[in-house]
């Protein structure tokens, strides 16, 4: 589908009521994601607040929240009218921002192998596994 020149695309947004992690920062985290990997790219067209509420069940607020914060970092753009847009900014993440990130990745990594019965050390060893074999151990 096109619209004043730029093609919407279809992104799949999922949640996890269970995991722990407020419905709109999974949806914030979604679309960062979906910019990292390519997935989604300047230009791309989200869904609007309503049609994602609708599709996740969600009230729109949460969706206009989690829009609203993407907008504020730089990430998506809004244009009266025609829809919610990827920006065509690089983003630049905080120091900050990226440990914040990483903890709470860790976090909930840790969460899920401890619940499944493993330990931190067992997840350590199976980290080093995934580095290159010339890589430096600390």
């Known amino acids: 589908m096109e619209r004043n020149g730029q093609s919407a695309t279809k992104f799949d947004f999922a949640l ?23 997935s989604l790219s300047a230009g791309d067209q989200l869904p609007t607040v309503r049609q994602l509420a609708v599709d996740l069940a969600i009230n729109p607020n949460t969706v206009m929240r989690a829009y609203r914060e993407l907008e504020l970092g730089g990430l998506i753009e809004t244009h009266q009218g025609t829809g919610t847009f990827v920006a065509n900014k690089k983003i630049e993440k905080s120091t900050a921002e990226r440990e914040r990130r990483l903890g709470q990745i860790v976090g909930e990594f840790a969460a899920r192998a401890g619940a499944a019965g493993y330990t931190v050390e067992e997840l350590i060893d199976r980290l080093r596994d995934l580095l290159p074999s010339g890589a430096q151990r600390r």
């Open 16 to 38: 996890d009521l269970h995991s722990g992690v407020p419905v709109y920062r999974q949806i914030i985290d979604q679309v960062r994601s979906g910019v990292a990997s390519g």
